[in-house]
């Protein structure tokens, strides 16, 4: 019982730490702590044979906080769970737009659109197949791609945030 207590004197803040810094509730953390100790009381005997209590004692820790976590995500209430939202994600509305837009691009810059970003073409395959160089090709696809944006934004009204397409109006 002394290796024990002096074990647990010697890590009780650092697994008390740890875990606050785990669960971000002092509830939680309590109740996890209270288990490990009633764990380790209920090993106290076999306890002064380990070569490293403290590390047991964090590796009981661990695996009581995971248990914990668990438990809680099994009885998490339904009610408490965000309802599927079934409308389609924004890149993919906007793919509705494109059939529309396409047309409107000049036409070797439509030409490269369609065979490297659409049908996944490899940009030096295309070079090969229109006599142009990797470099050339790469070129006319970035400047395909910009004018490709730029009618997606005045037609389709695309607005742009930090993440990406956030709201577009389709196309008339």
């Known amino acids: 019982m002394k290796c024990l207590m002096k074990a ?23 109740d996890v702590m209270q288990e490990v100790f009633l764990k380790a009381m209920r ?16 590796k009981v820790t661990k695996n009581q906080f995971i248990d914990h976590w668990r438990r809680k ?3 998490e209430d339904i009610d408490d769970l965000e309802a599927i939202d ?6 993919e509305q906007l ?14 810059h439509r030409h490269v659109i ?8 490899a940009q030096a395959q295309y070079a090969k197949q229109n006599g142009l160089s990797l470099t050339a090709t790469k070129a006319r696809l970035r400047r ?21 397409v956030c709201h577009f109006k389709r196309a008339q």
């Open 43 to 58: 090993n106290s005997e076999r306890f002064c044979s380990l070569k490293d209590g403290k590390s047991w004692l964090f």
């Open 86 to 91: 079934n409308s389609l994600p924004v890149m």
């Open 95 to 108: 793919q509705s737009c494109l059939p529309r837009i396409l047309p409107k691009l000049s036409s070797h």
């Open 73 to 75: 995500i099994d009885i």
């Open 144 to 164: 395909a791609r910009i004018e490709l944006k730029q009618i997606l934004v005045t037609e389709c009204q695309v607005s742009q945030n930090t993440t990406g």
């Open 8 to 30: 647990w004197d010697e890590s009780e803040s650092l697994l008390y730490n740890w875990l606050l810094k785990q669960t971000q509730n002092q509830h939680e953390t309590e």
């Open 114 to 121: 369609e065979f490297c970003d659409l049908n996944g073409m």
